[in-house]
């Protein structure tokens, strides 16, 4: 079974502060996504990446895939009470099935 | 937009009783998937289906098993409800995992077992 590990699993921060969320596997992957889940809702797909040192922004959000696709990066510039959430990693090896993370819980405060 | 709807939002069901859980995607996807979600435990496959009729097991098959009759819909049953069975419940469909399509999942139903 693949695992994979997020750092940290909790982080609390005021409105306009950056954070980077980490997601680590000894497992290579062909393609990575990250969700972010709202309580008492289903995870929404943020985004994939699925070429080594791939870079990908979506507005505040900038995603990372490491070069050798065993890890990636999430960083929030600037965070809003509105990114407020549960992000979660998954990893796709082939196996017609995603491995996901244990999640980071992200509490924005104004 | 893809759209994953589950039955029923809550759900209180009592010990020993026959749960079905509904999913249904209006996408034509091949792929669909049933989760539990637990603090400290993070998702957890229970099973999938790449097609119509198919089904495998996931990681936490015991106690649960799966109906896919249609391409569309595909059910989770509790055979016999237990309180370890107190959980959210999250559909999730894909077009193609191999190509990094990812997840569309419904909104989740939070079984109660009692």
């Known amino acids: 079974t693949q695992l994979l590990e997020q750092s940290p699993q909790f982080l609390s921060i005021q409105e306009g502060e950056n954070l980077t969320v980490y997601c680590n596997s000894s497992?290579?992957?062909?393609?990575l996504q990250w969700y972010r889940q709202e309580p008492g809702e289903g995870p929404v797909l943020l985004v994939t990446?699925?070429?080594?040192?791939e870079v990908k922004k979506l507005k505040r959000l900038t995603f990372q895939f490491g070069d050798a696709r065993k890890d990636s990066s999430l960083h929030i510039t600037a965070a809003q009470p509105g990114d407020t959430g549960l992000y979660l990693c998954?990893?796709?090896?082939?196996?017609?099935?995603?491995?996901f993370g244990d999640g980071t819980t992200l509490t924005v405060k104004p | 937009d893809v759209k994953v709807t589950q039955s029923s939002r809550y759900l209180v069901k009592r010990t020993g009783e026959k749960v079905f859980l509904e999913c249904v995607q209006d996408?034509?996807?091949?792929?669909m998937f049933w989760y539990r979600q637990d603090p400290g435990l993070g998702l957890r496959l229970i099973y999938f289906?790449?097609?119509?009729?198919?089904?495998e097991k996931g990681d936490i098959p015991e106690g649960y098993s799966v109906s896919r009759e249609k391409k569309e819909r595909f059910s989770l049953i509790l055979e016999s409800a237990s309180t370890n069975q107190t959980s959210m419940y999250l559909c999730?469909?894909?077009?193609?995992?191999?190509?990094?399509?990812?997840?569309?999942f419904g909104s989740g139903t939070r079984l109660t077992v009692v």
């Open positions: 999730a469909s894909s077009l193609h995992l191999g190509r990094g399509y990812g997840y569309t």
């Open positions: 497992s290579v992957f062909s393609s």
């Open positions: 990446v699925v070429t080594g040192g």
């Open positions: 998954a990893g796709y090896t082939n196996a017609g099935k995603s491995t």
């Open positions: 996408m034509d996807h091949e792929n």
């Open positions: 289906s790449y097609d119509v009729k198919m089904k």
